[in-house]
């Protein structure tokens, strides 16, 4: 049973399953930061061609594209827990597969393309199917609590542990992170398959629904709803300004400002720390604004951050910016997780989440190419800007979809 914290917010209870699914989430993401941290110095070791390299990132992206919104359909449709535990447990066998090849000495890049996509692909209905999953274990006033210790514990644990403990693996051989990564799957399993979720609440099917239609009808929901609508087209944006500024940033760090490797690892711990402080800070923060206008609040601050990253040349004032911008991408997170399980109708959250993965994704790659076009032509202060740019067309794409009534959860159709 939750908790009524003090500002009004239902805090979600450990017991009951949100504390196991917490755990699954945060195994899962420590795991990935060491593969993460991994996959680029075994790629280097196996070729030099940057091609082949810039495949395996590449292979990373391509799924959700291609099957983001289908995973959305399939998750609406199956049990979310058994999907996503047998996600997991596949997963898990696949890179321990993969480690035991490379220790073997039989790594090869077409192998790591392929666990790329393989992994990413099940990702798509995982993704989907979690989201789904957690409204089922946490009540509706406490979504906002629950999404924040969920991303806060994800984010500490991939960004704060991942990458020391990864260095540490690496000195006992390059297998030894996704053997670890792999352990960490099955064990997100074993968590996931140990759930007892209330039934979801579903829409009946169609009669001689198909994929195709049931992916349609959850498009014409997202886009009947103005708030959501806004806030999707705010997130696709966002996520272009953002592959603009993680693609360069390094340049920015190192070119710019002359800091070095260290410089860059010191703005990037003040941007983990400040997502941290953010999770922290969201329920007081959302107590005030409401879920839609933190967002708004979010994005508007997020804007200004950039803006001082691309005009100063001071390390410590860019790292007080990053902090600043993690911050608040953590509000802007939690928020948009919570509004779109409050607001999606019955049944079709799996393809709600789906459309905002799929726009995100394909936004990030195209903001990579942009970002790295406008450092070649005027610098590499430039794509902090051309960031800031894309954060205030989706602040405007927001405005009209705060008018909606955020705290109802039901959707305004205009």
């Known amino acids: 049973m939750a908790t009524v914290e003090a500002v009004g917010e239902c805090a979600p209870a450990w017991r009951g399953g949100f504390g196991r699914l917490w755990s699954a989430a945060v195994l899962s993401s420590f795991g990935d930061a060491l593969r993460t941290a991994a996959l680029p110095l075994l790629a280097v070791s196996l070729t030099g061609d940057p ?20 995973g959305g359909a399939v998750a609406d449709r199956v ?30 890049i077409a192998l790591l393309i392929a666990l790329a996509f393989l992994l990413t692909t099940l990702q798509t209905l995982f993704d ?49 992170p996704f053997a670890v990564d792999a352990a960490t799957f099955l064990a997100a399993a074993a968590l996931v398959a140990s759930l007892r979720p209330a039934a979801p609440e579903r829409a009946p099917a169609a ?63 003040a941007y983990t720390v400040g997502s941290l402080a953010g999770g922290a800070a969201h329920r007081r923060l959302t107590a005030r604004t409401g879920y839609a206008r933190g967002v708004l609040v979010a994005g508007t601050v997020q804007l200004g951050a950039l803006v001082v990253m691309g005009s100063v040349r001071s390390l410590p004032v860019l790292a007080v910016a990053l902090a600043v911008f993690g911050f608040m991408g953590m509000v802007w997170n939690v928020s ?79």
């Open 51 to 70: 091609l082949l390299i810039a495949s395996v990132t590449a292979c990373g992206y391509l799924p959700w594209l291609v099957f983001g919104l289908l």
């Open 79 to 108: 049990d979310q827990r058994r999907a996503m535990w047998a996600v997991d447990a596949v997963r898990g066998l696949a890179v321990a597969g993969f480690a035991a090849a490379v220790g073997l000495g039989h790594g090869s």
């Open 128 to 176: 989907n199917a979690a989201t789904a999953l957690l409204p089922t274990l946490v009540r509706p006033d406490a979504l906002g609590s629950a999404n924040a210790r969920l991303l806060t514990g994800q984010r500490a644990a991939g960004g704060l542990l991942g990458g020391p403990v990864a260095a540490l693996l690496l000195t006992a051989g390059i297998a030894a």
């Open 207 to 269: 009669s001689g629904g198909t994929l195709r239609r049931e992916i349609a009808e959850g498009l014409r929901a997202l886009a009947r709803d103005r708030l959501l609508r806004g806030l999707c087209a705010a997130t696709a944006l966002c996520n272009v300004g953002m592959g603009a500024l993680i693609a360069t940033l390094v340049l920015l760090v190192t070119d710019r400002l002359d800091a070095g490797p260290a410089g860059y690892a010191a703005v990037i711990t």
């Open 336 to 414: 948009s997780h919570t509004l779109m399980q409050r607001r999606s109708p019955a049944g079709m959250l799996g393809r709600v989440g789906s459309a905002f993965r799929t726009l995100g994704v394909a936004g990030a790659p195209l903001g990579a190419l942009l970002g790295g076009a406008v450092t070649a032509a005027w610098g590499a202060h430039t794509p902090a800007l051309f960031a800031a740019a894309c954060f205030a067309l989706s602040v405007a794409a927001l405005i009209p979809g705060c008018h909606a009534d955020d705290e109802s959860g039901q959707p305004q159709i205009n």
